[in-house]
């Protein structure tokens, strides 16, 4: 089978439309077609089915799909070993969310120093839109995160590496404030505040909302502000109360912050690639560099894939 066709096939399976599939590959939606009637004559069998105005894999559809995902992989670490041993040259595209800047920066400055011929470009996405960049094959390498208490289901046609796990904190107006741990009592007592959630990220508002309902309310989530500087303005003016990464938390007048202990959970943090593209160097590399900037800025760091 013809692996292009394969892949067309997995991203409809991602995708669920013709057109969709077009978009991302570049081809015209009566070319997309064309493969797939190819592909269900070379299979034998039924591949694809209508479902309303969108299309679904049938069982044999997304049995074949499943074996593409391993097969184009393979292609993926084949090509890649083919690029030699020697130092390594290339331009990695990496994609990080905002608040990364203090793992990130560091690792391609020292990157930058040891190996001149890999170049870094960085594009600062959300992990949900990371993911879907990585999977469009718009990015090569990932610094991506979940909350502990709502794990994602990472999409199959990428390798995820844990390089460790960052505290949540309140952040909070100082008058009065509490910096110890929070416990459910004292994150009661925010219950009449203003809360600030992210206009783009709906997996803050879940969290926001699961915490504050595990210690017996329902926040008022009254302002959708993305900018750390404006929130913590907007904290410090006593107007309101935020979950904030600790890597991003300031220190500044007017502001307090408690660690929310097991009422927030803690942001784990990855790298993410497509399968078959960790087999080349330049990205092994700047994975590598990653990871041991981790160590300075992050908790639970785990040793690095291979380490003894």
């Not at 508002?205 to 309902?213: G, I, K, P």
């Not at 959970?265 to 078959?276: C, D, E, I, N, S």
């Not at 960790?278 to 908790?299: D, Q």
Request: net charge negative.
């Amino acid at each position: 089978m013809d692996f292009t066709r394969l892949r067309l096939l997995v991203e409809l399976g991602r995708l669920g439309t013709m057109a969709a599939v077009a978009e991302v590959t570049g081809m015209s939606t009566s070319a997309v077609s064309k493969h797939f009637a190819v592909l269900e004559r070379e299979a034998g069998v039924p591949l694809i089915a209508p479902d309303g105005r969108r299309v679904r894999l049938t069982p044999a559809g997304r049995r074949l799909a499943e074996h593409a995902v391993e097969i184009l992989a393979r292609v993926e670490v084949a090509r890649a070993e083919f690029e030699g041993e020697g130092e390594p040259v290339g331009r990695v595209h990496l994609v990080m969310y905002t608040s990364a800047a203090p793992l990130v920066l560091p690792a391609v400055r020292r990157l930058r120093e040891d190996h001149p011929g890999i170049e870094v470009d960085l594009t600062e996405y959300e992990s949900e839109q990371a993911l879907d960049l990585l999977q469009e094959g718009g990015a090569d390498l990932g610094v991506v995160y979940q909350y502990s208490l709502l794990p994602r289901i990472f999409p199959e046609t990428l390798t995820v590496h844990p390089i460790g796990t960052e505290g949540l904190l309140l952040s909070q107006p100082s008058a009065g404030a509490d910096s110890r741990t929070l416990t459910r009592r004292r994150l009661r007592e925010h219950a009449d505040a203003s809360w600030i959630a992210s206009p783009f990220r709906s997996d803050e508002d879940a969290l926001v909302q699961r915490m504050c309902a595990d210690a017996g309310f329902t926040p008022r989530l009254v302002h959708r502000l993305d900018n750390l500087a404006l929130i913590e303005d907007l904290v410090a003016a006593g107007l309101a109360v935020a979950v904030v990464p600790r890597l991003a938390a300031t220190t500044r007048r007017g502001v307090a912050h408690a660690p929310l202990g097991e009422l927030g959970g803690v942001r784990q943090v990855y790298l993410a690639g497509r399968t078959g593209g960790w087999a080349w160097k330049p990205i092994r590399v700047t994975a590598r560099y990653l990871h041991e900037s981790a160590r300075s800025v992050l908790e639970d760091v785990p040793g690095l894939p291979g380490e003894g």
